[in-house]
């Protein structure tokens, strides 16, 4: 019985200690959306638009900020997405044709079932 509570300790510490692990900043490479970037037409540059938000409930980069990121990443007419863990930050750029501020913030409220995410301070 001694041995197994020492197992159960050992790894819900190990999980507590490199859950939520910093990544280093600078080793990212190009992302899809980085390189869509570079190879838009003057048509979809006209309507891109860029909104910021703060998020209120992120406790760790790898669960919070990176699915959050991850989703808003996957709409369709986003073309960059960042969510800045310390910063408690979404700066998003998306095709005014596509999307509206309001769905990303319905996109950023709605992750993990939509009661631990809330969005505020909208500037475009």
């Known amino acids: 019985m001694k041995k197994l ?3 159960v300790f050992i790894t819900v510490t190990s999980l507590l200690l ?6 280093p900043k600078g080793t990212d490479e190009a992302t899809p959306a980085e390189t ?3 190879l838009a037409t003057p048509e979809t540059t006209a309507n891109l638009e860029t ?5 209120e409930g992120m406790t760790c980069q790898m669960g919070c900020a ?3 990121e ?7 007419g986003v073309s960059d997405a960042k969510v800045d863990f310390e910063n ?3 700066v998003v750029k998306f095709d005014a044709a596509k999307q509206t501020s309001e769905t990303l913030i319905k996109t950023i409220e709605g992750v993990a079932g939509g009661d631990t995410y809330k969005a505020s301070n909208l500037k475009s």
């Open 5 to 7: 509570k020492k197992i």
């Open 18 to 23: 490199f859950s939520c692990k910093n990544e």
């Open 36 to 38: 869509a970037d570079t």
């Open 51 to 55: 909104a910021s938000f703060n998020i």
């Open 66 to 68: 990176n699915t959050i």
């Open 70 to 76: 991850s989703k808003l990443s996957g709409l369709d």
């Open 88 to 90: 408690k930050t979404a």
